[in-house]
């Protein structure tokens, strides 16, 4: 992989004990042994956010998948930007949202650069106790990888709605 691709992240972020609350870490690992890992670093952030990043000093773009609570059906992907779920006002979107927050901030203040921030979020099914991921939102897992490899720029797709 070359510098200029190593600067690409993909962050899964999640509670691998509480089903679906764990989506973006048993996201990145399926990217991970994928075509998607040639274009990004796939990075496992579990709950652990700063320490997965702290590492890195300079990131063009980061997209962060997580379990994110919008309403809708379970296995249900959305992308958003930061600016979108910094919005105070906007309604709660994820169980991490201020944590992400404050640890991408924290990150900055130690010197990391990020050019362009993207969330992808799932909506969670089952968040109880559990390593397993609901059916729903296990079948979205092809889907999101799809969505990965047009977010990273190395596939063409017809427009699929989010």
């Known amino acids: 992989m070359s510098s200029l691709m190593k600067r690409v992240v ?9 089903q679906d609350e764990g989506v973006g870490v048993h996201a990145v690992r ?4 994928g075509p998607c890992a040639e274009h990004a670093a796939m990075v496992d952030g ?4 700063f320490e997965a990043l702290s590492e890195w000093k300079d990131i063009d773009k980061l ?23 910094a919005d105070r006002d906007a309604p709660a979107l994820s169980v991490h949202e201020h944590g992400l ?11 990391l650069r990020v050019g362009e921030i993207v969330i992808y979020g799932v909506e ?9 991921l ?11 990888e799809l969505h990965m490899a ?12 989010i």
Request: aromatic share 2%.
């Open 63 to 85: 997209v962060v998948i997580d379990a994110l609570r919008s309403g809708k059906e379970p296995g249900s992907i959305a992308r958003v930007s930061l600016r979108d779920v």
């Open 150 to 161: 047009r977010e990273l720029g190395w596939v063409q797709t017809e427009e699929t709605p």
């Open 30 to 33: 399926v990217l991970a042994s």
């Open 101 to 111: 927050l404050d640890h991408l901030a924290l990150l900055q203040q130690a010197g």
């Open 124 to 132: 969670p099914g089952q968040t109880g106790w559990g390593t397993e």
């Open 10 to 18: 993909v962050l899964g972020v999640g509670n691998l004990l509480r």
């Open 46 to 49: 579990g709950t652990a956010v």
């Open 134 to 144: 609901s059916d729903q939102v296990a079948d979205c897992l092809p889907l999101l």
